[in-house]
């Protein structure tokens, strides 16, 4: 009976994956055919483009880190090897549409590790929830004097000082949930119980696991930013602007296509961003700032998606080895 249930388990896992593959691919394809006619005639700077991936990937393993940290405060713990195998292949399921099911392969992933649903979920809704209100404060940062230029433009009088507020504002407000974080988690955890009809008894967040958190996200949202300017300039040499503005555009489009729950990865939402706020901050024509937004989702959903199934498979084929073991 046993054997039963651990070959249905393991029918259950590769059907799964084949769906969550399946869409990724789907996406994946639907890209490539808006970008291939963008490519031709394109001359890349692949080293700058290859620094960039790096960059994206260092990030990624920084993230990893942080929510290994905000584990401990549930006193659970994880290898980073087992983690970064849970925080990929659970990344897989951004692209398949509904945002929950990312959160719900980690809480799934991390139960078979032997950590708890509930630390993992909770981590989990701790990095990102402080990951969004970080983004804006780094947009606030970098770029309070670009937008107030922007909007002061179209405004009469004092309109760029009142845009500046509006921005300084922003940031304040954002200092202010990233402090009520702590009692928002728990909060939010039992809204997300009572969705899915799973209880989450989510402890009281310590502040410094908050800031914590707070550290790591601002940290990728500024080397995200760093690598997307890499990236721009890597495809046409006709990008301008400084770093700050890259990391002000990326950091807001991401937050758009996050917060937009019913775009699969944000598909669509974030390509927008980019090609609106690139001219607007004088980075570049809105013909390249097309080209950099198609090309950059494209590059973006390779290193998402790739170590997502290839630690995928590496974990499935050690489950079959696990299970032969056990038969013999």
């Given at each position: 009976m046993a054997r039963r249930r651990g070959r249905v388990a393991l029918i259950a896992q590769w059907i799964i994956a084949a769906?969550?593959?399946?869409?990724?691919?789907r996406e994946l394809a639907r890209q490539w055919q808006g970008v291939a006619p963008a490519l031709e005639g394109l001359r890349?700077?692949?080293p700058r483009v290859l620094a960039s991936g790096a960059l994206v990937i260092a990030t990624y393993l920084l993230l990893i880190e942080a929510w290994r940290a905000t584990l401990r405060v549930w006193s659970e713990s994880?290898?980073?090897s087992a983690a970064a195998r849970i925080w990929f292949v659970s990344n897989l399921g951004k692209y398949v549409p509904g945002k929950v099911w990312q959160i719900a392969a980690m809480g799934a992933l991390a139960q078979k590790s032997g950590v708890s649903a509930t630390a993992a979920i909770g981590s989990s809704l701790l990095v990102n929830l402080v990951s969004v209100l970080a983004g804006f404060a780094v947009i606030a940062a970098t770029a309070a004097g670009r937008v107030g230029a922007v909007v002061g433009a179209q405004m009469t009088g004092g309109g760029e000082r009142s845009a500046q507020f509006i921005v300084v504002g922003i940031a304040i407000a954002?200092?202010?949930?990233?402090?009520l974080a702590p009692v928002a988690v728990p909060r939010l955890a039992a809204l997300a119980g009572k969705m899915t009809g799973r209880p989450l008894a989510i402890p009281r967040v310590p502040p410094k696991a908050v800031w914590l958190a707070a550290a790591s996200t601002v940290a990728s949202w500024l080397a995200y930013g760093i690598a997307f300017f890499l990236f721009a300039h890597g495809i046409t040499p006709r990008a301008t602007g400084n770093?700050?503005?890259?990391?002000a555009v990326y950091t807001g489009s991401y937050?758009?296509?996050?917060l937009?729950?019913?775009?699969?990865g944000g598909v669509g939402i974030r390509e927008a961003a980019i090609v609106i706020a690139m001219p607007k901050f004088g980075l570049a024509s809105a013909a390249d700032a097309?080209?950099?937004?198609?090309?950059?989702r494209l590059w973006l959903t390779v290193l998402e998606i790739l170590p997502g199934l290839l630690l995928f498979r590496s974990g499935s084929t050690q489950t079959v080895r696990d299970q032969s073991a056990e038969e013999g």
């Open positions: 769906i969550v593959v399946g869409f990724a691919a890349l700077d692949w994880l290898p980073f954002g200092a202010v949930a990233l402090a770093a700050l503005s890259y990391i937050l758009a296509g996050y937009a729950l019913f775009a699969p097309a080209v950099i937004a198609v090309t950059s």
